[in-house]
């Protein structure tokens, strides 16, 4: 165990220990986008049929360049006369599990540098951003399922509420 203390974080607190694993999840996660799309597709919903309230090809407008051109199939009259589309891509998994990395660095950055407020507020906007996108695909865009995104909810709520309360305890004035 004296080998593996001399690598954990020395600040005070448990929340360096948070971040660590918060970290190391992520990376895991970010591996399984880049090997397999089998756990993204378990997450976000992956039928999604064209949306009939585009309007036509024009001159002005084309329904393949919208963000909103799909449609979760389960949001039409009659999804079975569309073809569905999956977009749970493996392009879509390179660049979250890019994103993940970038969040994970961060994270284990912060984990031995809390005393430095920068790097304390960009850790705090790891979560946030985490929340946000997952909150949105669940409830906005309505691509995510609650159940696999419920941990995430619960790990970046609790990051968040725990930094923000912690500020003074950790970051230097």
């Known amino acids: 165990m004296d080998v593996l203390k001399d690598y954990l974080p020395a600040a005070k607190g448990y929340l360096p220990y948070y971040l660590v694993v918060t970290s190391i999840i992520a990376f895991g996660n970010a591996l399984q986008n880049y090997v397999t799309l089998h756990f993204s597709r378990r997450l976000y919903n992956g039928q999604f049929v064209p949306n009939p309230s585009l309007p036509p090809k ?6 393949e360049d919208s963000t909103r051109k799909l449609v979760p199939a389960s949001s039409v009259s009659n999804p079975k006369e569309a073809r569905t589309q ?15 990395v970038v969040s994970a660095i961060v994270r284990i950055y912060a984990a031995y540098n809390l005393h430095l407020a920068p790097i ?5 906007w790891t979560y946030v951003v985490a929340l946000a996108h997952f909150g949105t695909e669940f409830a906005v865009f309505k691509t995510a399922y609650m159940g696999p995104v419920a941990s995430t909810f619960a790990f970046a709520t609790a990051g968040i509420i725990w930094m923000t309360s912690q500020y003074s305890f950790y970051v230097e004035a």
Request: no cysteine.
């Open 58 to 63: 024009s001159a002005a407008f084309n329904p």
């Open 86 to 100: 999956d977009q749970v891509t493996p392009l879509a998994a390179r660049l979250f599990g890019t994103y993940t």
């Open 120 to 124: 304390y507020h960009i850790t705090i």
